[in-house]
């Protein structure tokens, strides 16, 4: 029995969208993660403190997609490799995470805070570069600014770089090393808020 020729063109068309549809790739999602309690030193600030966090990225950063960068200086932004949600948010999760942990006696409030609050203090951190780049190391470089009630508010430029080779397609690896680049940023900075 002979199909017509559009009926065999139709089925033709319909199974090659399926096998399309079928290979397509699967997203994989990501997220920051503080680093763990008992891996950190705690110091106490003189006076139990509130601080208000206040973080920025860059607009190229602020996508679902990770972001890389080659050696023409070009941005790549993977398709399939997302953040499972805001980067901009889980940044300052992460850092508010690490600062409560490394500073016992202070409660880290990030921006908006709720009504009630009035910040002893605030840190704003706007964060300049935190991707892959093309020498395959993490970079994390960000300005900040310390302002405390009874001391001379404090900037500071920071730029830290991970300590590991990331490959081009090593989005897991990638997140390790931002984790650990946050966690020694969050160091950094509470040495400076002593």
Known sequence: MRFPRHILQSGLLALALLSACS???????????????????RATLAATAAIMLDVEIPHYLDRPGMVSRDQSNQLHLAEYHQWGGHL??????????????RLASAEIYIVPMPDDVKPDAS????????????????????????????RKTQSHFEELIGDHVVGEQGYAAMVTEMDALLARFSSQVAQTML
Do not use: C
């Open 23 to 41: 290979s397509t790739p699967t997203t994989h999602y990501y997220v920051l993660d503080a680093i763990k309690a008992d891996e950190q030193p």
């Open 88 to 101: 901009r948010d889980n940044i300052a999760r992460v850092l508010a995470d690490n600062l409560s942990t």
């Open 123 to 150: 840190l704003s951190v706007n964060i300049r570069t935190f991707e892959r780049m093309p020498d395959g190391h993490v970079h994390l470089s960000a300005q900040w600014r310390f302002t405390a009630r009874g």
